[in-house]
C-alpha cells in the first residue's frame, strides 16, 4: 500500500468485503490463554505497580521480570490479579492452569495466594525450584462465589531469577467464538491512529482477532494519516475501514455491529466496541474475549473505565441506571467508585447494570435477539442497549481486571449543547424501561430546569427544554439519526450569552478574585432544598441579590450559592474557561413559563408517550432503519 503524509487523502478501500474471508471460527486447541502474566505497560503513562510488585532489585518489562538474588515480586496487582469470583459464578470452568518459564542461577520460590470477599488472603500452594525449567499449576477455583481473586509471588531466595511467558490457562471448548473489533472514530484521526496501532502492535492480543473495523464519520479522516496507513499495511485484509456520514457514536458503533453481523460465520460472533480515544491495553481485548468464550450463556463483557489523567486510578467498578430521575452511572450494590488501584483491590464481586462503550463486548446472539442499537445519536445508547439485554435475559459482567484509560468525565464541560442527548435520550430510556410515573418525571425535570434558571444557566435551561419538547414530539424526530439538531441546538443557544466560554484572564472587570465569599459553607439539607430553590427563586426575580462582583470555581458552582448573585464568573468543570452568568429577570420569567409548560405536557401525555416508544422500538433499532440510515439496500 501506497505510504501517505498526513495531508494525502488517497482512500484507504472499505474492504467490507473482507468480513467475508477472514471472520472464521479460530482453530480447534486443547487450551485457551485466558490471561496473560504482564509485567509492564506499553505506555510510560502507566505505572508499573497496575501490574506486578517489586521489593529489591528487580527489572520489568513487558512480558519478563529480572529478580537480583534476595529480590522478589507478586501479581497482586490490578492486572495481575485473576478474577476467579466472575470466573466461577458466569462460566463452568472449574480449574485454572499457571505455567511459566523460569531461569534461577540459585534457587527460588513461588507462591499462589488467593484472597476471598473481604479481602482476607489465604496460601494456596508453594513451589521451591533450582536452575531453569517450566512451572506448571492447576489450580481448582472454588470459594469465590461471593469475591476474591488468585495471583502468583516470586522470591529469589538465592541467586538471581528470570520469569518469562507466564500463561493462565483453561480448557478450550469445543468451539471458539470469530471475533471483531469496531472503532467509532470523529475527526479525532490521530487519536484513533494510536489506538488501533496499539492493537495492532500486540500479536498476541490480536492472534483471535479476525477483524478491526474503524467506522469514520469525520471530515478529518483517519486514513490521511501516515500512522494509520502503517497500522493498515500490518493488519492487510483484517483492517475494515467504513466512511460515512456523521450519525453519533450510536450510528458509527451500529455500523460495525451491523457489517459484521450480517457477514458470513458471524452467528457465534463477538463483536468488541471500543472508543478511538482511549489509552488502550490490548491484554483487555484477550481477556474480555476469552471469559466471552467461556461464559454458560452469551453475556455482555465490558471493561473497566480507568482515568487517563491518573492511570492508577478507577472511574467505577461497574454500573447502573436510576430510571426515575434520568440518571445513570449509579454504583451497584458492591462496586467501588474513584479508587486508588495501587492502594484497593475490587475483592467483592459485583454485578452490572450496563457497561459504557469505551471497551465492551456484544455477542451476536444477543445482537439477534435483542436488535441494533437505537439511533440517539449518542448518550445512553450504550445504557439502552445493556437494560434491552439484561430485560432479555442476557447479563452484562464488567471484568475488573480488564480495562483501558478514558479521559476524566469530571473534567468535560457540563454547560454544552451534549446536555440536550443526555436529557432527551434519558426520558426516552425512562419511557421504555421505567415505572415513568406521570407525577415523579414531570416534578423532577421542573425542578432541575427551575435549578438552571436561579443559576443563571438560560441557555443550558433552554436545552433541558427542548430536550423535552423533542421527547414530546415522538418516534419521528428521530428519522434522521439525529443529525438536524445539531444545527438547531448551536442557534438555540448562541441566544443565551452565557453559554459562551472565554478566557478567565480575560474576563477583568467581571470578577473580582478579592471577594470573600463565606456563602461557600453552606449547603442545604436535602429535605429543605425545595424550600431553598424557592426562596432563591423568589431572590432573583425581586433583584434582592448581592451585586458584588464574584469569581466561582467550578467545585462551588452549585445552585444555592451561584443564585445569591446578580453576577457570576463561574469557571467551567474542563478548568479551560469560565463563563459570566447575568441576571436576566424577563429572561427567566419566559424560560419558567416554557418549562411549566413542557413539564405539563409531560405529566398528561407520560402513559401515551411511554407506549408510543415502546411500540417504536423494534422499528427503530431493526437492520432495516439502520440500512435506511446508511444507505445501503437491504
Known amino acids: 500500500m501506497e505510504q501517505a503524509t498526513a495531508g494525502d487523502t488517497t482512500p484507504i478501500d472499505s474492504n467490507i468485503g473482507a468480513l467475508e474471508e477472514v471472520l472464521t471460527e479460530p482453530a480447534g486447541r486443547d487450551r485457551l490463554i485466558v490471561q496473560r502474566g504482564l509485567f509492564a505497560s506499553l505506555s510510560p503513562r502507566v505505572p508499573e505497580k497496575m501490574y506486578v510488585f517489586t521489593k529489591g532489585a528487580a527489572a520489568a518489562d513487558r512480558t519478563g521480570l529480572q529478580l537480583a538474588d534476595g529480590a522478589s515480586a507478586n501479581t497482586n496487582t490490578y492486572f495481575g490479579r485473576f478474577p476467579a469470583s466472575f470466573w466461577q459464578r458466569w462460566t463452568d470452568v472449574d480449574t485454572v492452569h499457571i505455567e511459566l518459564a523460569y531461569a534461577s542461577s540459585g534457587s527460588a520460590t513461588f507462591s499462589v495466594w488467593a484472597s476471598d470477599a473481604r479481602g482476607r488472603e489465604r496460601l494456596v500452594t508453594v513451589e521451591k525450584v533450582s536452575g531453569s525449567g517450566d512451572l506448571d499449576l492447576d489450580l481448582t477455583i472454588e470459594r469465590f462465589v461471593d469475591g476474591g481473586a488468585l495471583w502468583i509471588s516470586a522470591e529469589a531466595t538465592s541467586g538471581s531469577l528470570n520469569i518469562s511467558d507466564v500463561r493462565w490457562t483453561v480448557a478450550a471448548p469445543e468451539h471458539l467464538r470469530p471475533a471483531a473489533v469496531v472503532i467509532c472514530t470523529h475527526n479525532r484521526a490521530d487519536d484513533c491512529s494510536v489506538t488501533v496501532g496499539t492493537l495492532a502492535s500486540d500479536d498476541g492480543a490480536m492472534a483471535d482477532i479476525d477483524a478491526v473495523c474503524v467506522v469514520d464519520q469525520g471530515t478529518d479522516q483517519v486514513q490521511t494519516r501516515a500512522a494509520f496507513r502503517d497500522v493498515a499495511d500490518r493488519l492487510g485484509n483484517k483492517l475494515v475501514y467504513i466512511t460515512q456520514p456523521n450519525l453519533g457514536g450510536a450510528g458509527g458503533f451500529s455500523r460495525g455491529m451491523y457489517e459484521i453481523t450480517g457477514s458470513p460465520n458471524s452467528a457465534h460472533a463477538n463483536v468488541i466496541l471500543m472508543d478511538d480515544d482511549i489509552l488502550c491495553e ?25 482515568s487517563l489523567s491518573n492511570p492508577q486510578m478507577l472511574h467505577v467498578s461497574a454500573e447502573r441506571e436510576v430510571l426515575d430521575e434520568i440518571t445513570a452511572g449509579e454504583l451497584t450494590p458492591g462496586a467501588r467508585m474513584g479508587i486508588d488501584l495501587v492502594k484497593k483491590k475490587q475483592d467483592a464481586r459485583f454485578d452490572a447494570g450496563w457497561n459504557g462503550w ?20 449518542f448518550q445512553w445508547d450504550d445504557i439502552e442497549y445493556g437494560i ?126 478579592h471577594t470573600q465569599m463565606s456563602v461557600w459553607e453552606f449547603e442545604p439539607d436535602k429535605k429543605r ?36 448573585f446578580d453576577k457570576a464568573v463561574v469557571t467551567d468543570s474542563s478548568q479551560n474557561a469560565v463563563r459570566v452568568r447575568r441576571r436576566d429577570k424577563d429572561t427567566a420569567v419566559d424560560l ?19 407506549k408510543v416508544w415502546q411500540e417504536a422500538l423494534p422499528q427503530l433499532t431493526s437492520r432495516e432503519n439502520w440500512a435506511r440510515l446508511y444507505g445501503i439496500a437491504e
Open 282 to 306: 490490548p491484554e483487555s481485548v484477550l481477556r474480555m474475549n476469552a471469559f466471552a468464550n467461556m461464559t454458560v450463556q452469551p453475556t455482555i463483557v465490558g471493561a473497566q473505565m480507568l
Open 358 to 377: 469505551w471497551t465492551c463486548l456484544l455477542p451476536a446472539e444477543i445482537i439477534a435477539d435483542c436488535g441494533l442499537p437505537i439511533p440517539l445519536f
Open 388 to 513: 434491552r439485554a439484561r430485560f432479555a435475559g442476557h447479563p452484562t459482567v464488567t471484568l475488573p481486571n480488564a480495562g483501558v484509560w478514558h479521559a476524566d468525565f469530571y473534567l468535560k464541560d457540563y454547560d454544552d449543547w451534549a446536555r440536550y442527548f443526555s436529557i432527551r435520550n434519558g426520558l426516552i430510556v425512562s419511557s421504555i424501561y421505567g415505572r415513568f410515573d406521570a407525577n415523579d418525571i414531570s416534578k423532577y425535570l421542573f425542578r432541575k430546569i427551575g435549578e438552571l434558571i436561579v443559576s443563571m444557566q438560560y441557555g443550558l435551561a433552554a436545552t433541558f427544554i427542548k430536550a423535552a419538547e423533542d421527547f414530546l414530539a415522538g418516534p419521528d424526530f428521530l428519522h434522521d439519526g439525529g443529525q438536524a439538531v445539531l444545527g438547531e441546538l448551536r442557534e438555540l443557544r448562541a441566544k443565551y450569552p452565557e453559554t459562551q466560554p472565554q478566557s478567565a484572564a480575560k474576563v477583568g472587570a467581571d470578577s473580582d478574585p
Open 529 to 564: 432544598e425545595g424550600l431553598v430553590l424557592a426562596k432563591r427563586a423568589v431572590q432573583q426575580f425581586t433583584g434582592r441579590v448581592d451585586r458584588r462582583s464574584v469569581t466561582v470555581p467550578a467545585h462551588f458552582a452549585n445552585w444555592w450559592h451561584v443564585s445569591l
Open 592 to 610: 419558567a413559563k416554557q418549562a411549566a409548560k413542557v413539564c405539563w405536557r409531560l405529566r398528561k401525555e407520560a402513559p401515551r408517550m411511554k
